[in-house]
């Protein structure tokens, strides 16, 4: 952290996609129920599947689908190859107020970045399906071959994309809904917000500087 006690004016606010931007688990578990399919392994309840939402998709295949490796691998593969021939719009849908808040945060001139766990390729995709990709100065996702995957990876990418630019860091917020967005901002010394209309628990805010009920209190916050 910059500060003791970290606060608004932000210099710069991170942004996760997936449960906090956008609603994406219908279009996800859908996608992950016909891979399981695809590789002949039992398809768990929907409410299961919910595990996979936030995470790296190959983090998921590992430890909830219990893969080995190369099966984890594979498995990416045939989940990245429907979400490309299926395009963006099933990971579009927005909760309720949040593109009106980006875009009014965005207003302001304070600059704003993606740091997702989620195919950076598929992240960039939805953005621009939502019109509010120019609203970020940086978008970065995990790589195609999962090197760059885990939250503190991209965050560290992400601030080193927002740097190349001169783009001041020495008050920046993180906002998210899991654990893995509070523990991978933190890794940077980047406090974070933890909004509570994502797919995490109660039990994931620990560390968080704050938790939001909803977007205006989120706004409250930010602007």
């Excluded at 691998?73 to 579009?92: C, F, H, I, S, W």
């Excluded at 995709?125 to 940086?138: K, N, P, S, T």
Aim: contains cysteine; charged residues 25%; glycine residues 8%.
């Amino acid at each position: 952290m910059t500060r003791e006690s970290p606060s608004k004016p932000w210099s710069c606010i991170l942004f996760d996609l997936d449960g906090t931007i956008t609603d994406s688990a219908p279009g996800i578990i859908g996608r992950l129920s016909r891979t399981l399919q695809a590789m002949g392994r039992p398809v768990p309840l929907p409410a299961e599947l919910v595990a996979f939402v936030g995470p790296p998709i190959l983090e998921g295949f590992r430890d909830v689908a219990a893969m080995n490796e190369d099966e984890a691998k594979e498995a990416l593969q045939v989940y990245r190859g429907l979400a490309a021939k299926e395009g963006p719009q099933d990971d579009a849908a927005v909760f309720p107020g949040m593109l009106g808040l980006v875009r009014a945060i965005h207003a302001t001139g304070v600059p704003m970045a993606i740091a997702t766990s989620k195919s950076e390729v598929q992240a960039l995709r939805i953005l621009d399906h939502l019109h509010i990709d120019d609203c970020f100065a940086v978008i970065c996702g995990s790589s195609e071959d999962e090197t760059r995957s885990a939250k503190a990876d991209v965050v560290e990418e992400a601030l080193r994309r927002l740097r190349e630019q001169q783009i001041d860091l020495s008050n920046i917020v993180m906002v998210g809904d899991r654990e893995h967005d509070v523990k991978g901002a933190g890794a940077h010394g980047v406090p974070a917000i933890m909004v509570e209309w994502g797919y995490g628990s109660p039990a994931e805010a620990l560390g968080a500087i704050a938790v939001v009920h909803s977007v205006d209190q989120l706004r409250s916050k930010l602007i």
